[in-house]
Structures are given as structure tokens and as C-alpha cells.
């Protein structure tokens, strides 16, 4: 009897706290979020020492998981070969951006890419990427952390 008492006041007791949390828990209402040009938060995180700034819109690239991130590269500038151990979504959403393959920087093999394009750079490709005299803001997406591994130093 003492064991069937225990058995139904545990379960009373579990019912109760799961109801207690479920009413107390935050509810989400599910509306459309968006976010102008004006509206993004643009910072320079601590590997971007070169001028470059990021901007997190959907999820945490430093992470993993689903995440799409602006990345904005100043005018004149060339980032040096490097690869990503995910592929790599890009799409060009201002400016030219320049992409060339390989494990050195060369600008004969770079090739312009205009406001629209989408690149999909494949893991592991060594790659290297530069601007002209505009600057450029590219997206980038994924579903895990985001990486990158120099080759040139």
C-alpha cells in the first residue's frame, strides 16, 4: 500500500512540475522577423584584423548550426590563400568580389564575380579572394562552425 502511495505521488508530483513549467515557459508567438540594410549590426571580430567587419543575421557561425553571416572587405584589398574544411555558400550581395583557386595568391587567375553571383567553393579547394576600388559585402551560409585555414602566412 505504502508503495503504491509513493508510486502515484511520484507521478502526481511529475505531472505537476512538467504543467508548472509548461505554463510558466516563455511562450513564443511566431511572426516574421526581418532586418533592412540600415538595420544590420556590423562588428570586426578578433581574426579580422585587416579591416574587414561581420555581421551575424541568422544563427552563430563561431558555433555551428545553421547560420548565415555579411561579411564587408574595404576596397583594394586581397585576402590570402586559405581553405575552409565546409563549403563555402557565397553570394555577392554588393561590389565585385574576386575569386581565384589555388594555394598562393596570383590575380591572373582571379575572376570577377558582380552583385547577384552565387560561388559555391567546395572544402579543402584552396582559394583566395580580393576587392578592386569598391568595397564588397558578400553572405556567407552554413550548418556548422565556420573555419578558415591559411596557407600563405
Request: no cysteine; net charge positive.
Amino acid at each position: 500500500m505504502k508503495m503504491m502511495f509513493l508510486t502515484v505521488a511520484s507521478v502526481v508530483l511529475v505531472l505537476g512540475a512538467v504543467t508548472l513549467a509548461m505554463t510558466w515557459a516563455p511562450q513564443r508567438k511566431k511572426e516574421i522577423v526581418g532586418t533592412t540594410a540600415e538595420q544590420v549590426r556590423w562588428s570586426a571580430p578578433p581574426y579580422y584584423k585587416d579591416g574587414r567587419q561581420r555581421a551575424q543575421l541568422f544563427g552563430d557561425s563561431s558555433q555551428g548550426g545553421a547560420w548565415i553571416d555579411r561579411v564587408r572587405i574595404p576596397a583594394n584589398m586581397r585576402v590570402r590563400a586559405h581553405t575552409h574544411p565546409q563549403d563555402e555558400l557565397v553570394t555577392v550581395i554588393e561590389g565585385t568580389w574576386y575569386v581565384g583557386e589555388g594555394e598562393k595568391f596570383d590575380s591572373t587567375k582571379l575572376k570577377a564575380y558582380p552583385p547577384g553571383s552565387f560561388i559555391v567553393i567546395p572544402a579543402g579547394t584552396p582559394h583566395f579572394v580580393a576587392t578592386n576600388d569598391g568595397a564588397v559585402v558578400v553572405q556567407l551560409s552554413g550548418n556548422e562552425k565556420f573555419r578558415t585555414d591559411y596557407l600563405e602566412k
